[in-house]
């Protein structure tokens, strides 16, 4: 069982790293998204270099890895929670620091890029509890309305997933082993938007939805 454990978390780790977004703006653009706006291969930083359809399509097939991670699990262990767990995770690390994208700094250390891993995390949570489509979303993109900030919506797809996922846990309606999962994205998702936190603190952070069009009306 060791093995299979070993196995779900090599190939959900690297489903998770195929690099849609790089390869969406390649398509698209001919240029690298890395060299882009945020560096980032996710829908947010694809949608300000190659458009809305682009980073739309972007953020499906990333939040697909999260669904695909689950199959691998449920194929390799049925119906182990744990196993369920591990995967959809190790995608999101796949997508936070992709193994393709790997680069060699000047001082010889690898430096791995990747995206900030929101639509994984969605995708993975609506996969271990399906009513996240009509509850998580929704409240994300309240968050992203009136938030003002992508990193903020990130953050709370994160956050409302874990608190789904205990209450499923709470009440007998789903095991402790997937709150792994919850507890896992979060810590990520804040580690891999730090810089963006830092920004927000500091009042230079990209806006979004009505906030940047109240700054807009405002010039």
């Given at each position: 069982m060791t093995l299979k454990?070993?196995?779900?978390?090599?190939?959900?780790?690297?489903i998770g790293s195929i690099p849609f977004g790089w390869l969406v703006v390649m398509i698209a653009r001919g240029r690298d998204v890395r060299t882009l706006g945020s560096g980032r291969v996710g829908g947010t930083n694809v949608m300000r270099a190659a458009g809305c359809l682009a980073g739309v399509l972007t953020a499906l097939l990333d939040a697909f890895k999260g669904v695909m991670a689950l199959w691998a699990a449920n194929w390799l262990l049925p119906g182990n929670p744990w196993a369920q767990a591990l995967g959809p995770l190790m995608a999101v690390?796949?997508?936070?620091?992709?193994?393709?994208?790997?680069?060699?700094?000047?001082?010889?250390?690898?430096?791995?890029?990747?995206?900030?891993?929101?639509a994984t995390t969605f995708g993975g949570l609506v996969a271990l509890w399906p009513p996240a489509l009509i509850v998580v979303w929704p409240l994300a993109g309240l968050v992203f309305l009136f938030g003002g900030y992508a990193s903020l919506t990130t953050i709370a797809v994160a956050l409302s997933g874990l608190l789904?996922?205990?209450?499923?846990?709470?009440?007998?309606?789903?095991?402790?082993?997937?709150?792994?999962?919850?507890?896992g994205t979060l810590l990520l998702v804040l580690w891999a938007l730090r810089s963006n936190l830092q920004r927000v603190r500091a009042g230079t952070e990209r806006t979004v939805g009505l906030r940047a069009w109240r700054q807009k009306q405002g010039k």
């Open positions: 454990f070993l196995a779900i978390a090599a190939l959900s780790y690297l690390v796949g997508q936070v620091l992709s193994v393709f994208l790997v680069e060699r700094q000047a001082d010889g250390k690898l430096l791995f890029r990747g995206g900030a891993g929101g789904a996922l205990i209450y499923q846990a709470i009440t007998g309606a789903g095991p402790w082993a997937h709150v792994l999962y919850g507890v």
